[in-house]
C-alpha cells in the first residue's frame, strides 16, 4: 500500500499515490498538460521541455511528465508565463523541423503539427535550420528521416528497452545530434528486426511505414492481375479508430469494403491461422509423444521475433516451430490449392496482405521459401495504416458500409483463428486442437485465461489428459530473455525443461498492438482491440481449428494430413543464423 | 652572517621601475652605516602588494613598508632595523590574504610521496573518523561545518550524505566528481595534481558516512597527470591499509576504482556522469529521484566534487565548529578561484568566503596586465555571468553571486579589461555550451544555437533592435525549460551582460560600432595622415593589398577591400593606423 | 608493506616533523611542466650532483602562481625560504652559485606573494 500525498493543482486539492507524477495527478483536475516526449507506453525521457509546470514559492520550473507530485506542493499548470515558454519551445523544435508537413506521411496525425495548431503559431519566430541527412529505407518496411526527428527519444527507449533489440541509439550531440544504428549504418545492417515500434511510437514523420499503396493500386487497376486480399486478425479491431470507434470489430465491412477497393477475391488470414494450428499442434504432439525434436516448442507467427531469434538466440533454432506463419501459408494456398480449384494462373494472381505489421513487408522476400508456390507467395504487404489512406483515397464511406461475407475456401475461420491477433492467442489456439491431438478428446472449456492479458511473461500449467503442460507466453521482445534464459539454462546444465511450449510475438500486447497498427496506442486501447477478437471468438459456433468443416476440406483435397509431404513443402520453412551486424 | 633580508619591489604600475634607484641608495646607507654584512638587501620580481609605491618587506619579522620613498631610508634603517621599531606610516597591512585550507599542502609536499602527506598530518582524519567519530557523528560533524558543494551548486554537503546513508540499501557508491571542464577552471586539476592524497582521504571519509563499499573517481581524461597521480596516490593508500578491507584495522572495506571522462562537459553533471560510469550515453536524467537516494545502477550514490572532498579531512581534524568560523553566514569556508584574463597574476587563490572580488583581483592579483581599468569580472564559466567594475566590492559567497546574475559556479573568475566586448563575451560562452549541450533536450539544443546565431548576426553588424527582445524570450525558455544545468544556465552570460551592458549590444545594433574593437565586421582601420611616416610596412603586411598609394602622396585603406584582419595596426611603429 | 594501525599512523606522523634539512622544491604540476620544470628539476639534479652539493632536490604540487611558473622553493639555513619564479637553467644556475653557495639571494628572480 502506497502513502497517500495530499497536493493543490490549480488551487484544486487533491489526494494521489506517492510517486504520481504532476502530468498524472493534473489529469485529476481536468488537465491535460501538453507533451511531445512522453507516451503512455514509456518512462517520460523528460526532452521536449514542454510540459513545464510551476510550483508556488519556487522560481524553477518543473517538468511534469517526470517530477512526482510531493505532500503540500501548490502546483500551477498554466499561466500566461508558461503557456508563452511552451511556446517558445514549440517554435524552437519548428525552427529545426522540416515545414513539409503537406507532404508528411503524418499529415494531420502529428504530434508536433497538433501543439503547433494547438498554440496557433502562424509564423516562423526563429530562422530555419536543417541539417541535410538521408532518408534510410533500407528496411523495407519502415523508413527513418533523420530531418523530421524531434529527439523525443521514444524510439530509442522502444528499441532498447521495450523490445531490447538496440538497433537504435543517439549519435554526436548538440546540434548534431541524431537517431541512427550504431556506428552510423544503415538499419538494414543493424540490429533491426523491423518491428515498426519505432513508427508507431513516432510523433512525427521520422519513422514511417514505407508506403506500398501505389503497388496495390496499380495491380488493382491492372486487367491482367487477379487481386486477392486478406485480412490479419489484429486489423479488423483497430480500423474502426481511423473513423472514430474504439474496441469493435469490422470484419464484415472490411469484406465489402475490399470489394469496392476491386479485389477480386477476399480472403482471410485467420483461415489461416487455422492451418497453422493444425500443423503447429501436430508438432507439438509429435515432440511431446515422440520426442523427435526437442521441447519446448516455440511459435513463430511473428516475423520480428523470428528475426531476432535468428539473431540472438541462435542455440534456439531446434525448438522452433517450422510452420511458416498465417499470411503466408494462405499466400501459399491461394496461389496453388485456390487456384487450382477455380482454374485461375497462379501467375496472374496478386495476393495483398493487410497487417498492422511492418515487419511482414520484409517477410515476403525474406528467403526462398516463401516463393513456394513457384511465385512470390504475397505480393504486397499494407499496413492497417496505409489500407486507411487507401480507403479515404477510394472515397468510401466507411461508416455506411454494409456487411459482407468472406469468399469461400480460404475465408471462414474458427474462433481459435482470429484470437492470434491478442497475445497469447496462438498458444491458446493451439492448446484447444493439441488436445484433441494427444488425448482424442475435445475440451469441455475452451477458453484457458492464465494467457490472456498484458502482462509481459505470462507462465501458467495446463493438463492434457494425464500430462501436466508447462507454458510461457511473452509479448514485447524484452520481455524474452527471462524466458529463454531458463531454457537456455536448463539446457546448458542438462536439466528438466522449465517449459513444453512457448508463444511470443514482438510487439507489446501481440499484433493487436503492433507496429503498422493506428498511432497513439495504449495499454487501454491495446486491451479493447483484444477484447473485441476474443468476442468474435466467442460468438463463433466453432471455436476451435481442427473443427473448421473448411479445414477439414483443405486437407482432404490439398494437403493431405497435417506434417505430410505438401504441408512440409508449402507450409513449413528452415531458420538459419544471422549476423547482428551486417558488414 | 646576514640576520635579516630587506626584499624591495617598486609597485607603481604608472612610472618608470624605481627599483633599482632605491636598491642602490639603500645599499649605499646600510654600507655607510656599516649594516651591510648583517642586512642583506634583494630586488625582487614580485612582492604580492600592488599599486602602493615602493614596497619593501623584512624577514624574517615579515614587516611590509609601502610608498616608502629614498627620504624613509634613514628611519626605516634607524628605528626599524636597529632598534625594531615599527613605523606606523609606512605599515601596509594586507586587507586580503589568501586562507590556505585546500591548497594546504598544494607547493609544499610531494604529491607523489604518501608519507609526506602523512607527515603534515594527513589521514589523521580518516583515523579520526574510524576509531571515535562513527557515522552519525561525522555527518553531524560536517553538518555543523556548513560545508556547501564546491562543484558549483552549493548543496549542503551533510544533507547529501545523510540521504545516502538512510537510504536502505547494501550497495551503495561514492563518486568523486574530477570532470572538471569549465573554460579557464582548473582549481580541481591542480589539487588532484598537488595533494591527490588530500581527495582520496576525502572521498573514504565519505564513503565511510553513507557505508558504502565502493568509489570511483570520475576524471577528464585530458588531464593525464592528474590521473595519474590519483592513481599513484590509490595505489599507496591500499599498500598503506588505508583502501581495501579492513581499513586502519577497523571493519569498514572500500575500493576505489578510476574511470576517465570522455571529454564531455555534460558529464559533469551528476546525472549524466553516472550514465557515462555505466557505460551509457552521457546525458542527463530527470531528477528526483535523486543521486543520493537512487544513483549508479540504481544504487544510492553520493557524488562530491573534488574540493569539497579536499575539505572533508581538515574540517574532521579541526572540528566542524572550527571550519563554521571561516566565511559567511550561509557560505562557509574557503573558495579556491583560478584567476585567468586580462589580470597581472593569473593563478589559483584561496580566500575566505566573504573577501570582495575587489580584494581577489585587485590586492592578490595585481589588477589587470595592462594596467587599464577593469570592466568587469566573469565567474561561474558557462554558467555564470559577467560582474561590472562598479559591483566589484560585492563579498564572495553563494548567495551574492546569483543575486548579481551570476554564481560561484566551480571557481572559474576571469578578469576583462576595456579591450573585451560585452557582445563577443557571451557569444564565446554560449559557443562553448551550443558545441557541449549533450543534444538531449529541445531547449538546450536548439535554444542555445539559436542565441548564438543572434549573438552572431549582432557581433556581425547586422542586428535589429527586435533581436534583444528574442534574446531574452530564448533566455527564460532555456533558464525554466532545460532539463538540467547546463542548459538552465547557459544563457546567463548573455542576460548579464544584457543586464548590465545593454548599451554595448546596442552600439553594434544601432550605431554599428564596437566599443572595444573586438568585434572585427565592425571595426574600421584608416590611416592617420599626420602620424603616417610612410613607411609602408603596412602596405606590405596587408593580405589582401587594400592599402595603395606611395612615399610622396601618402596610403590610403580601401574599406571595401579590407577584411579586418588588423595586421596594419600591428605592425605600425608609429600608431598612424586608427581602429574605430 | 605492512597494513597500517592507527597507531603506526600516529608515529609515522610524529617521527616525520622536525627533519630540517637544506632543500629545492620544483613545482611539477601541469603549469609547472608546461612552463619547463621538467628540465629544471633535471638541471638541479644533474648539477648538485656534478658539483657535489648537499641539498636535496624535491618535487612539489602548484602552489598556485601559475603565471610565475616554473616555480621552485629555495630553503637553506640561515636564509628565509623563499619562492623563485620563471626559473630557467640560467635563474638555477644563479640560485645554486648565489643562493645555496654564496647564501646571497638572487636579485630580480623571487616572487614573494604567498608569504
Request: a neutral charge; one cysteine or more; hydrophobic letters at 35%.
Amino acid at each position: 500500500m502506497k502513502k497517500i500525498i495530499q497536493a493543490k493543482i490549480n488551487g484544486i486539492l487533491l489526494r494521489v499515490e506517492e510517486g504520481t507524477t504532476i502530468l498524472e495527478a493534473a489529469k485529476r483536475v481536468q488537465i491535460k498538460i501538453p507533451t511531445l516526449c512522453k507516451h503512455p507506453d514509456l518512462p517520460p525521457s523528460a526532452s521536449c521541455g514542454i510540459c513545464i509546470v510551476k510550483n508556488k514559492g519556487s522560481h524553477k520550473m518543473l517538468r511534469s511528465c517526470c517530477t512526482p507530485l510531493e505532500e503540500g506542493m501548490d502546483i500551477i499548470t498554466h499561466d500566461p508565463e508558461i503557456v508563452e515558454i511552451r511556446r517558445t519551445v514549440i517554435e524552437l523544435i519548428l525552427s529545426n523541423h522540416p515545414n513539409d508537413c503537406l507532404k508528411c506521411a503524418r499529415n494531420n496525425e502529428c504530434e508536433l503539427q497538433k501543439l503547433t495548431a494547438d498554440f496557433g503559431i502562424k509564423e516562423e519566430s526563429f530562422p530555419q535550420f536543417l541539417r541535410d541527412l538521408p532518408i534510410d529505407r533500407s528496411t523495407k518496411a519502415v523508413d527513418l528521416d533523420p530531418k523530421k526527428c524531434i529527439l523525443c527519444g521514444r524510439c530509442v527507449h522502444v528499441c532498447q528497452e521495450l523490445q531490447d533489440v538496440w538497433a537504435l541509439s543517439f549519435l554526436e550531440r548538440g546540434m548534431k545530434t541524431r537517431i541512427s544504428p550504431a556506428g552510423d549504418i544503415q538499419l538494414a545492417d543493424s540490429p533491426c528486426v523491423r518491428c515498426g515500434q519505432c513508427s508507431a511510437h513516432c510523433p512525427t514523420g521520422a519513422f514511417v511505414e514505407q508506403d506500398h499503396t501505389a503497388q496495390a493500386w496499380k495491380a488493382l487497376q491492372d486487367p491482367d492481375k487477379y487481386c486477392v486480399v486478406q485480412i490479419a486478425p489484429a486489423v479488423r479491431v483497430s480500423i474502426g479508430e481511423a473513423f472514430g470507434y474504439t474496441g469493435k470489430n469490422f470484419t464484415k465491412k472490411l469484406y465489402a469494403l475490399l470489394r469496392r477497393l476491386g479485389f477480386n477475391a477476399v480472403f482471410d488470414t485467420s483461415f489461416a491461422a487455422d492451418v497453422t494450428i493444425m500443423e503447429e499442434a501436430s508438432e507439438f504432439e509429435d515432440r511431446l509423444l515422440h520426442g523427435r525434436r526437442p521441447l519446448p516448442l516455440i511459435t513463430t507467427c511473428c516475423p520480428s521475433w523470428v528475426d531476432f531469434m535468428e539473431k540472438f538466440y541462435t542455440d534456439m533454432i531446434d525448438h522452433f516451430s517450422s510452420c511458416k506463419s498465417p499470411h503466408e501459408i494462405l499466400g501459399v494456398l491461394s496461389k496453388t490449392y485456390y487456384a487450382e480449384k477455380n482454374k485461375i494462373d497462379p501467375s496472374k494472381i496478386f495476393m495483398v496482405s493487410i497487417m498492422p505489421c511492418t515487419s511482414k513487408k520484409y517477410e515476403i522476400t525474406r528467403n526462398d521459401e516463401m516463393f513456394a508456390s513457384g511465385y512470390q507467395d504475397i505480393d504486397t504487404v499494407l499496413c492497417t495504416r496505409e489500407l486507411v489512406r487507401m480507403i479515404k483515397q477510394a472515397g468510401i464511406d466507411f461508416d455506411s458500409l454494409p456487411d459482407e461475407e468472406c469468399d469461400s475456401i480460404l475465408g471462414e475461420y474458427a474462433g481459435s483463428g482470429v484470437i492470434f491477433g491478442a497475445t497469447g492467442g496462438v498458444m491458446e489456439a493451439a492448446l484447444r486442437t493439441a488436445h484433441y491431438f494427444v488425448t482424442g478428446k475435445e475440451l469441455k472449456k475452451v477458453e484457458f485465461e492464465n494467457v490472456r492479458g498484458l502482462k509481459g511473461v505470462k507462465e501458467t500449467e495446463i493438463e492434457i489428459g494425464a500430462k501436466k503442460l508447462k507454458i510461457a507466453v511473452a509479448h514485447g521482445l524484452g520481455n524474452v530473455e527471462y524466458i529463454l534464459n531458463k531454457v537456455r539454462e536448463a539446457k546448458n546444465n542438462g536439466k528438466e525443461m522449465p517449459y513444453h511450449f512457448i508463444e511470443v510475438m514482438a510487439c507489446p500486447g501481440g499484433c493487436v498492438g503492433g507496429g503498422g497498427q493506428p498511432y497513439m496506442v495504449t495499454d487501454e486501447l491495446r486491451i479493447k482491440r483484444a477484447q473485441a477478437l476474443y468476442q468474435d471468438d466467442d460468438q463463433k459456433q466453432v471455436r476451435c481449428s481442427h473443427q473448421n468443416p473448411y479445414i477439414k476440406r483443405l486437407y482432404k483435397e490439398f494437403l493431405g494430413k497435417p506434417l505430410g509431404e505438401k504441408s512440409e513443402k508449402l507450409l513449413h520453412v528452415h531458420y538459419k543464423a544471422r549476423p547482428v551486424y551486417v558488414k | 652572517m646576514y640576520t635579516k633580508v630587506i626584499l624591495v619591489k617598486d609597485t607603481d604600475l604608472k612610472r618608470e621601475d624605481k627599483t633599482r634607484e632605491f636598491y642602490t641608495h639603500l645599499l649605499d646607507y646600510l654600507r655607510g652605516s656599516n649594516l651591510h654584512s648583517q642586512i642583506q638587501v634583494v630586488r625582487v620580481a614580485d612582492i604580492g602588494v600592488y599599486d602602493k609605491g615602493l614596497v619593501i618587506k623584512i624577514l624574517p619579522d615579515k614587516i611590509i613598508y609601502c610608498n616608502v620613498q629614498d627620504s624613509d631610508i634613514k628611519r626605516i634603517v634607524d628605528s626599524t632595523l636597529d632598534q625594531g621599531k615599527i613605523i606606523e606610516d609606512l605599515v601596509f597591512k594586507l586587507k586580503a590574504k589568501q586562507h590556505r585550507l585546500v591548497l594546504r599542502n598544494c607547493g609544499k609536499i610531494n604529491p607523489e610521496s604518501i608519507e609526506e602527506y602523512i607527515a603534515c598530518g594527513g589521514y589523521l582524519g580518516l583515523k579520526k573518523v574510524l576509531g571515535e567519530l562513527g557515522q552519525q557523528k561525522l555527518i553531524e560533524e560536517i553538518k555543523l561545518s556548513g560545508i556547501r558543494g564546491r562543484g558549483g551548486a552549493g548543496y549542503p554537503t551533510w544533507m547529501k550524505w545523510n540521504f545516502a546513508r538512510e537510504a536502505a540499501s547494501t550497495e551503495k557508491f561514492v563518486i568523486c566528481n574530477a570532470d572538471e571542464g569549465d573554460p579557464g577552471a582548473y582549481m580541481d586539476r591542480s589539487i588532484l595534481e598537488g595533494d591527490p592524497h588530500s581527495v582520496v582521504e576525502g572521498l573514504i571519509i565519505a564513503a565511510f558516512a553513507i557505508g558504502a563499499p565502493k568509489g570511483y573517481f570520475y576524471i577528464r581524461a585530458e588531464y593525464p597527470l592528474a590521473v595519474e597521480r590519483i592513481h599513484k596516490a590509490i595505489k599507496q593508500a591500499y599498500d598503506f591499509g588505508l583502501l581495501g578491507q579492513n581499513i586502519l584495522g577497523s571493519s569498514f572495506n572500500l575500493d576505489i576504482e578510476i574511470r576517465l571522462g570522455a571529454g564531455a562537459f555534460v558529464c559533469g553533471e551528476e546525472t549524466a556522469l553516472i550514465s557515462s560510469i555505466e557505460g551509457k550515453r552521457g546525458t542527463p536524467h530527470p531528477r528526483p529521484p535523486y543521486p543520493s537516494v537512487k544513483g549508479l545502477w540504481g544504487k544510492p550514490t553520493v557524488i562530491n566534487n573534488v574540493e569539497t572532498l579536499a575539505n572533508i579531512p581538515v574540517i574532521i581534524s579541526n572540528g566542524g565548529k572550527w571550519f563554521s568560523q571561516i566565511g559567511t553566514q550561509a557560505s562557509k569556508g574557503t573558495k579556491v578561484f583560478a584567476v585567468t584574463g586580462k589580470v597581472k597574476n593569473s593563478g589559483l587563490v584561496e580566500i575566505a568566503m566573504g573577501a570582495t572580488l575587489r580584494e581577489i583581483v585587485m590586492d592578490i592579483c595585481g589588477g589587470t596586465l595592462s594596467g587599464k581599468p577593469i570592466k568587469a569580472v566573469q565567474t561561474g564559466g558557462p554558467s555564470g555571468g559577467v560582474i561590472p567594475e562598479a559591483l566589484l566590492d560585492t563579498p564572495v559567497d553563494y548567495e551574492n553571486l546569483q543575486k548579481l546574475g551570476s554564481i560561484m559556479g566551480s571557481g572559474g573568475m576571469i578578469v576583462m579589461d576595456e579591450d573585451d566586448c560585452m557582445v563577443d563575451i557571451p557569444k564565446f560562452y554560449l559557443g562553448f555550451c551550443v558545441e557541449e549541450s549533450c543534444g538531449k533536450c529541445a531547449p538546450c539544443r536548439i535554444g542555445g544555437f539559436q542565441m548564438l546565431g543572434y549573438l552572431k548576426k549582432i557581433s556581425e553588424g547586422k542586428g535589429v533592435a527586435d533581436d534583444l527582445g528574442q534574446l531574452r524570450r530564448l533566455s527564460l525558455a532555456m533558464q525554466k525549460a532545460s532539463l538540467c544545468g547546463l542548459g538552465q544556465t547557459a544563457s546567463n552570460p548573455v542576460l548579464s551582460t544584457l543586464k548590465y551592458f545593454e548599451h554595448e549590444y546596442n552600439e553594434h545594433i544601432l550605431n554599428k560600432r564596437c566599443p572595444a574593437g573586438k568585434c572585427s565586421n565592425l571595426v574600421t582601420y584608416e590611416i592617420v595622415e599626420d602620424k603616417c611616416k610612410r613607411c609602408g610596412l603596412c602596405v606590405i603586411n596587408c593580405p589582401v593589398q587594400a592599402i595603395s598609394g606611395g612615399k610622396e602622396e601618402g596610403y590610403l585603406i580601401a574599406q571595401e577591400k579590407c577584411i579586418k584582419c588588423g595586421r596594419c595596426f600591428d605592425v605600425c611603429k608609429f600608431k598612424a593606423i586608427s581602429k574605430k | 608493506m605492512n597494513k597500517l594501525t592507527p597507531h603506526d599512523l600516529e608515529k609515522m606522523h610524529q617521527a616525520s616533523s622536525g627533519a630540517s634539512k637544506d632543500w629545492i622544491k620544483v613545482g611539477m604540476s601541469s603549469c609547472g611542466i608546461a612552463a619547463g620544470a621538467d628540465d629544471v628539476f633535471n638541471f638541479f639534479i644533474e648539477e648538485v650532483k656534478k658539483r657535489n652539493l648537499q641539498i636535496e632536490i624535491k618535487k612539489c604540487g602548484c602552489a598556485g602562481a601559475c603565471y610565475a611558473e616554473p616555480l621552485v622553493e629555495v630553503s637553506v639555513a640561515g636564509l628565509p625560504p623563499v619562492v623563485y619564479g620563471a626559473v630557467n637553467k640560467e635563474v638555477a644556475t644563479k640560485i645554486l652559485e648565489k643562493h645555496v653557495i654564496s647564501k646571497m639571494l638572487v636579485n630580480d628572480c623571487i616572487f614573494e606573494v604567498l608569504g
